[in-house]
């Protein structure tokens, strides 16, 4: 196949390029050229800046492709651009989306805590999934809401659900497959939210875990959902379909951070700590989303529908971790720059300062064992 990929030189597009290149397709890369993998010699770049609607269109227009792998549309702009530019001359579009279409955690522009004011439903853009979870991809439908950017809601979330409805609404020629992914974790991960907690159990103080991290979280593997992405190209059902996309286990936070631990052969030296505790007391900037990631409850979506239309990639939940550990281990540098480093001191010495506080009352978590 003559795949275009947009991006291809930064985490899951370059290892869905890696992926095809090894398949045997030929590749184009649509990227400004600032990053050159390995592989640079193997493919055609095509020079552009995927935010130029017009340049895209310009560059782009006449040429032909089996199928596009687009990981860089963030905007209805980006989506419609994409349309003008394709449209009559590709096989399968497969565009990455987000869990976040569904609302509720990352959504809002600050997160919910007991200590600050409560947020609104049009802030948290509300939505109750309980009775529905696991969640189906039918659960969201973008077309109902607004063209605009709600000032209380994140950018990123908005700018997806319009990707989402350009597609939705496009020609019925128009062959779109959009994967809503969750957090998504691997090696090279530009959001550092891995290298967050990797780099507190290194150093080998105390951890703060709310609540014991005893909730449930759902994650995508960067290589997994690349994999998935390359298959989208080819399975016959998927034209004009919306998948979601995660890994199939779906632990207890505390598991994921004790396999962590393990992979960097260090012991998880964690201290349970109530939410509310946390919030009211600590000084920690609980409300931001990029501190502590993992620690809210999110909805679990449903994979039933891409596992009977494609089929989904696997790996065990310690494999991954253990080659997400041992890059960052392997490249030092990535840690370094871990968010929030700055008030690691005040993470430890808190956590000390609950320890003698439980001892003193003698209380501990429901199944957690005596100190």
Same mark, same amino acid.
């Given at each position: 196949?003559?795949?275009?990929?947009?991006?291809?030189?930064?985490?899951?597009?370059?290892?869905?390029?890696?992926?095809?290149?090894?398949?045997?397709?030929?590749?184009?890369?649509?990227?400004?050229?600032?990053?050159?993998?390995?592989?640079?010699?193997?493919?055609?770049?095509?020079?552009?800046?995927?935010?130029?609607?017009?340049?895209? $269109?310009?560059?782009?227009?006449?040429?032909?492709?089996?199928?596009?792998?687009?990981?860089?549309?963030?905007?209805?702009?980006?989506?419609?651009?994409?349309?003008? /530019?394709?449209?009559?001359?590709?096989?399968?579009?497969?565009?990455?989306?987000?869990?976040?279409?569904?609302?509720?955690?990352?959504?809002?522009?600050?997160?919910?805590?007991?200590?600050?004011?409560? /947020?609104?439903?049009?802030?948290?853009?509300?939505? +109750?999934?309980?009775?529905?979870?696991?969640?189906?991809?039918?659960?969201?439908?973008?077309?109902?809401?607004?063209?605009?950017?709600?000032?209380?809601?994140?950018?990123?979330?908005?700018?997806? &659900?319009?990707?989402?409805?350009?597609?939705l609404e496009s020609p019925r020629d128009w062959p779109f497959v959009a994967i809503r992914v969750p957090a998504t974790l691997g090696p090279d991960d530009p959001?550092?939210?891995?290298?967050?907690?990797?780099?507190?159990?290194? +150093?080998?103080?105390?951890?703060?875990?709310?609540?014991?991290?005893?909730?449930?979280?759902?994650?995508?593997?960067?290589? +997994?959902?690349a994999r998935f992405i390359v298959d989208c190209l080819t399975a016959p059902k998927v034209p004009r379909q919306i998948y979601n996309f995660a890994q199939r286990?779906?632990?207890?936070?505390?598991?994921?951070?004790?396999?962590?631990?393990?992979s960097a052969g260090r012991p998880l030296n964690a201290v349970a700590i109530p939410s509310e505790i946390l919030h009211r007391f600590s000084g920690l900037p609980?409300?931001?989303?990029?501190? /502590?990631?993992?620690?809210?409850?999110?909805?679990?979506?449903?994979?039933?529908?891409?596992?009977?239309? $494609?089929?989904?990639?696997?790996?065990?939940?310690?494999?991954?971790?253990?080659?997400?550990?041992? #890059?960052?281990?392997?490249?030092?540098?990535?840690?370094?720059?871990?968010? #929030?480093?700055?008030?690691?001191?005040?993470?430890?010495?808190?956590?000390?300062?609950?320890? /003698?506080? &439980?001892?003193?009352?003698?209380?501990?978590?429901?199944?957690?064992?005596?100190?």
């Amino acid at each position: 196949m003559r795949v275009l990929v947009f991006g291809g030189t930064r985490y899951f597009g370059r290892a869905a390029v890696e992926i095809l290149l090894s398949q045997g397709h030929r590749v184009s890369v649509f990227t400004r050229g600032n990053v050159r993998p390995p592989f640079w010699d193997q493919i055609e770049h095509i020079q552009g800046d995927r935010t130029d609607i017009e340049g895209l $269109v310009s560059k782009l227009k006449g040429r032909k492709f089996d199928a596009v792998i687009d990981n860089q549309c963030f905007t209805r702009e980006e989506a419609e651009g994409a349309v003008r /530019a394709l449209r009559g001359n590709i096989g399968r579009y497969v565009v990455a989306s987000t869990v976040s279409t569904y609302g509720e955690g990352g959504h809002a522009l600050r997160r919910q805590t007991v200590s600050g004011p409560p /947020a609104s439903n049009e802030e948290r853009f509300w939505v +109750d999934y309980r009775l529905i979870d696991p969640v189906p991809e039918d659960a969201s439908d973008v077309s109902k809401q607004p063209w605009e950017y709600r000032s209380t809601l994140s950018k990123y979330g908005e700018g997806k &659900r319009h990707v989402e409805r350009v597609m939705l609404e496009s020609p019925r020629d128009w062959p779109f497959v959009a994967i809503r992914v969750p957090a998504t974790l691997g090696p090279d991960d530009p959001t550092g939210r891995f290298a967050w907690w990797l780099w507190r159990i290194q +150093d080998g103080d105390p951890v703060i875990l709310p609540d014991g991290g005893k909730h449930a979280v759902q994650l995508g593997y960067s290589l +997994d959902l690349a994999r998935f992405i390359v298959d989208c190209l080819t399975a016959p059902k998927v034209p004009r379909q919306i998948y979601n996309f995660a890994q199939r286990e779906t632990p207890r936070f505390v598991h994921v951070l004790e396999a962590i631990a393990d992979s960097a052969g260090r012991p998880l030296n964690a201290v349970a700590i109530p939410s509310e505790i946390l919030h009211r007391f600590s000084g920690l900037p609980w409300h931001e989303w990029s501190y /502590a990631p993992f620690c809210d409850l999110n909805i679990t979506m449903s994979l039933r529908k891409a596992e009977q239309d $494609v089929g989904l990639p696997y790996t065990p939940l310690r494999e991954w971790v253990k080659a997400t550990t041992d #890059w960052y281990l392997a490249n030092p540098a990535a840690l370094e720059t871990t968010r #929030w480093s700055e008030l690691r001191w005040k993470e430890v010495l808190f956590a000390g300062k609950w320890k /003698a506080a &439980r001892e003193r009352l003698g209380w501990r978590f429901e199944g957690e064992p005596s100190p």
